[in-house]
């Protein structure tokens, strides 16, 4: 599980948005980008429906995710 601050959201979004080729908006009103992966087809990332500041990720996602928190920490 990847968890961190809510006000670094945009930050990833527009990274992820520089990492994958076919990245899209959210298909569904909790869902808030696709990224198109080249096993598994669309990944995301969504927010749940339970508490507006928890974002579930993608466990195909997590890698990446984690790449882009150790390049803001160096």
């Given at each position: 599980?990847?968890?961190?601050?809510?006000?670094?959201?945009?930050?990833?979004?527009?990274?992820?948005?520089?990492?994958?080729?076919?990245?899209?908006?959210?298909?569904?009103?909790?869902?808030?980008?696709r990224?198109?992966?080249?096993?598994?087809?669309?990944?995301?990332?969504?927010?749940?429906?339970?508490?507006?500041?928890?974002?579930?990720?993608?466990?195909?996602?997590?890698?990446?995710?984690?790449?882009?928190?150790?390049?803001?920490?160096?």
């Open positions: 599980m990847v968890t961190f601050p809510i006000e670094q959201l945009q930050d990833l979004k527009d990274w992820l948005k520089e990492q994958f080729i076919e990245f899209k908006p959210g298909a569904g009103s909790y869902q808030l980008i990224i198109q992966t080249l096993k598994k087809g669309y990944r995301g990332i969504y927010q749940s429906p339970h508490d507006k500041d928890v974002f579930l990720v993608d466990a195909e996602l997590d890698s990446t995710i984690n790449a882009f928190f150790a390049r803001k920490k160096k």
